[in-house]
């Protein structure tokens, strides 16, 4: 096994109704849209989908920061996902990371190689799709 250590990771989900489930993970709860019809108050699959990645690559940056000493005061990402429909799969996903930073544009670039590098969920995801994006700064 590559990497040593393993982690484990555990999310139970269970159906609530026609028209929403919910995930729970130590103390946290969230409601998934699984109705057919969809709903505006949850988010879908694929939109989870989006946001694990959100999160994976925000929570990148709060790793790596402290290690290069990368100074900002705030990051968003955003996401857009295109999906088939024959079979069914994510077949693309572009970001856009944007820093609020007063940092070198060389040292954004070092930012989003290490955020690329190191995020478990991006990796896993660019492995199986085309998983594109930029950094840029907050204008």
């Not at 028209?19 to 939109?47: Q, V």
């Not at 996401?79 to 990371?97: A, F």
């Not at 040292?107 to 995020?119: F, I, S």
Request: net charge neutral.
């Amino acid at each position: 096994m590559a990497g040593g250590v393993m982690l484990e990771y555990r999310v139970a989900a269970r159906r609530i109704d026609a028209h929403g489930s919910e995930a729970t993970a130590k103390d946290a709860t969230l409601t998934m849209d699984t109705d057919i019809a969809n709903r505006r108050d949850a988010f879908n699959p694929a939109e989870l989908f989006l946001a694990s990645i959100a999160a994976c690559m925000i929570k990148g940056i709060e790793r790596v920061t402290p290690m290069i000493g990368f100074v900002f005061r705030g990051v968003e990402v955003k996401l857009h996902g295109v999906r088939q429909d024959s079979p069914p799969l994510m077949v693309s996903i572009d970001y856009e990371l944007i820093v609020d930073t007063d940092e070198s544009d060389q040292r954004l670039e070092l930012l989003h190689t290490n955020v690329r590098k190191y995020g478990t969920i991006s990796n896993t995801v660019a492995a199986a799709t085309r998983l594109e994006g930029v950094i840029r700064r907050k204008s």
